[in-house]
């Protein structure tokens, strides 16, 4: 049974940073692509970062890109997002997701297993 228990979500002011971690458990951390993704109210899910099994490769959403930085550390089986110059518009709940089938996976239908959703919430 994979287990992913992210943390590091809060409240910051708009152009503030937080870094959000997400621990596995339960599979062999490098054979695992994974990804964060996040969901405002009233909308749906949407695709944020993703990096592969051993960490060679990351694919960013348009809206994050050169603002968020995903990263693995595959001795502590747990995924990264540091989050810089976030806005209003990145409030959201955040999530983080395993792929046991895709070496990156960039839509939610390609992850096998979520962590529970930490809160982001940036004010103006």
């Known amino acids: 049974q994979v287990q992913l228990v992210e943390s590091g979500g809060g409240l910051v002011q708009a152009g503030g940073s937080l870094r959000l971690s997400c621990e596995i458990s339960g599979r062999t951390f490098n054979s695992i692509a994974m990804g964060w993704f996040r969901q405002a109210p009233g909308k749906e899910r949407e695709f944020v970062a993703a990096i592969s099994r051993i960490g060679t490769n990351t694919v960013y959403a348009n809206a994050i890109k050169g603002r968020f930085t995903i990263s693995r550390d595959n001795a502590k089986n747990t995924v990264y997002l540091q989050m810089n110059s976030l806005g209003p518009e990145d409030t959201a709940v955040y999530y983080c997701?395993?792929?046991?089938?895709?070496?990156?996976?960039?839509?939610?239908?390609?992850?096998?297993?979520w962590g529970q959703g930490t809160q982001v919430t940036v004010s103006s």
């Open positions: 997701a395993a792929s046991t089938r895709w070496a990156t996976a960039v839509t939610a239908t390609q992850y096998d297993y």
